[in-house]
């Protein structure tokens, strides 16, 4: 039980800072017309973020051995 409970807190520590990653202040420091590999930075900001949001839901969700369900 202590493995599903701190799974948990890292999933909202998770979306805390994703819903901070996506908010104003931040999402204006990238909203330049400043070009990133071809590609406009606020985008390039936008997938990287989704990239290792995604990558990190899932480090987070794996199972390891010991896990029930």
């Known amino acids: 039980m202590p493995m599903m409970k701190r799974r948990r807190e890292r999933l909202v520590v998770l979306a805390v800072l ?3 990653a ?3 202040p ?4 990238f909203s330049q017309e400043r070009m990133v590999l071809g590609v406009p930075m606020l985008w ?3 997938f990287i973020f ?3 949001f995604v990558v990190s839901i899932a480090l ?3 199972r390891l051995p ?3 369900g």
Do not use: H, P, S
């Not at 931040?26 to 420091?29: D, G, P």
């Open 50 to 52: 989704w990239l290792g």
């Open 18 to 20: 994703g819903v901070l």
């Open 66 to 68: 010991g896990d029930k």
């Open 22 to 24: 996506i908010n104003y």
């Open 60 to 62: 987070i969700m794996r």
């Open 44 to 46: 390039f900001y936008l």
């Open 26 to 29: 931040l999402i204006a420091l």
